[in-house]
Structure formats: structure tokens, C-alpha cells
T-cell receptor, first 114, second 111 residues
Framework: NAGVMQNPRHLVRRRGQEARLRCSPM?????VYWYRQLPEEGLKFMVY????????ESGMPKERFSAEFPKEGPSILRIQQVVRGDSAAYFC????????????FGSGTRLTVV | TQLLEQSPQFLSIQEGENLTVYCNSS?????LQWYRQEPGEGPVLLVT?????EVKKLKRLTFQFGDARKDSSLHITAAQPGDTGLYLC???????????FGTGTSLTVIP
């Protein structure tokens, strides 16, 4: 019974390239949350998705960032034209319904922009 | 923004000592969680408290939710090196879809 799977674990991109981060939720989970962690800022909410729907993207930067959770396949967090400030750890969490009592997180993707 | 402040930010203690970590806010939360995160890994949920005044115990860890549901504490008895990690509290507001995370307490237990 695999947990939340994120890949890649580490991703290096040059400024201006695109970054694609993948998240496969736990089996039976249809709700996915993306968070970003910066060293001095803690975990910040980005987006909440259900299958094929974005429920809440209030934490997503208005430009360059997008997320999807298709009917088939993993959830994808896409960052276009990356800048150095995008360097961070990105975590995905899943739940079987709206998470009221806590998340199961993946191990994260550490993005480094050079 | 519903801020959760954790204290202390850093804590280094000897094996066998006791410690308490605090999580405070001016906001009321419907539930509050504690997580532990190790380097290079995602946070792992330790406990969720829901009722004001609630106390939960997990082996040597004791979690308490404040009566007004604005704050929480984590007490560790006889700390062990395996307790080393970043401890995060997170609050779920009454409305909305996100949890608000504190900035964490980095605990080091020295053998």
C-alpha cells in the first residue's frame, strides 16, 4: 500500500526553463494538496485539487504556476520560466475526502534553479 | 492570514531531558495537528486534536489543545536521539481548504 509518491525527488533547472512536478496520491485518495516549503517561511499552501477540478488555488502565484489532476494519472504542478526564487521543496499531500484532520505527505520534490 | 507562532525556534537538549514546544495563535482553529519532519522527507502526522482542552498521549509525547482552541503544546518526556527533527504545528480554520503551518521547532537530542 504505497504512500503519496512524488517525483522527481530532486530537480535542477536553469532560469527560464520549465519544471514539472508529479504527485501520485495514495490509492483511493481523490483529493490532492500542494504546499511549498522555504527555509525561513515554513509550509505554505498553494492549491487544492480533486479529480479534474481545481477547488482552491488561492495560494498559487498568478503567473507561471499551474496545477492539474487529470482523471487518469498523477497530479502535476507546472512552473514555467523558472526563476531563482522558485527554488524550494514542493510537497504534495492526499486525502480520501476534504482533509479536516491532517494530511499524508509525500517526500517532496526539491527544486533548484541555477 | 492566520499566523501560528512556534517557540522555541531551536532547541538542543541532552538525552533523557524533558521539553515542551508551544504553538500559539490569535485565531481559533477547528482542529490542530502536529507533524515531525526529518531532513529530506515530508512531514509525518503525529496527532490531531479537535476539542478545546483535549489531551492526547503518544508514548512519550503529550499533546494538549488550548481551551479556546487557539494554542497547543507538545511535551516530550525523556527525549531520545530518535526524537530529533523539525516539529510543525498546523491549524485548520473553521472555513477554507488549507491548513496554516507554524514555522517549526528544530529539536536536536544529543546522545
Amino acid at each position: 500500500n504505497a504512500g503519496v509518491m512524488q517525483n522527481p525527488r530532486h530537480l535542477v533547472r536553469r532560469r527560464g526553463q520549465e519544471a514539472r512536478l508529479r504527485c501520485s496520491p495514495m490509492k483511493g485518495h481523490s483529493h490532492v494538496y500542494w504546499y511549498r516549503q522555504l527555509p525561513e517561511e515554513g509550509l505554505k499552501f498553494m492549491v487544492y485539487l480533486q479529480k479534474e477540478n481545481i477547488i482552491d488555488e488561492s495560494g498559487m502565484p498568478k503567473e507561471r504556476f499551474s496545477a492539474e489532476f487529470p482523471k487518469e494519472g498523477p497530479s502535476i504542478l507546472r512552473i514555467q520560466q523558472v526563476v531563482r526564487g522558485d527554488s524550494a521543496a514542493y510537497f504534495c499531500a492526499s486525502s480520501p475526502a476534504r482533509a479536516n484532520y491532517g494530511y499524508t505527505f509525500g517526500s517532496g520534490t526539491r527544486l533548484t534553479v541555477v | 492570514t492566520q499566523l501560528l507562532e512556534q517557540s522555541p525556534q531551536f532547541l538542543s537538549i541532552q538525552e533523557g531531558e524533558n521539553l515542551t514546544v508551544y504553538c500559539n495563535s490569535s485565531s481559533v482553529f477547528s482542529s490542530l495537528q502536529w507533524y515531525r519532519q526529518e531532513p529530506g522527507e515530508g512531514p509525518v502526522l503525529l496527532v490531531t486534536v479537535v476539542t478545546g482542552g483535549e489531551v492526547k498521549k503518544l508514548k512519550r509525547l503529550t499533546f494538549q489543545f488550548g481551551d479556546a482552541r487557539k494554542d497547543s503544546s507538545l511535551h516530550i518526556t525523556a527525549a531520545q536521539p530518535g526524537d530529533t527533527g523539525l516539529y510543525l504545528c498546523a491549524g485548520a480554520p473553521n472555513t477554507g481548504n488549507q491548513f496554516y503551518f507554524g514555522t517549526g521547532t528544530s529539536l536536536t537530542v544529543i546522545p
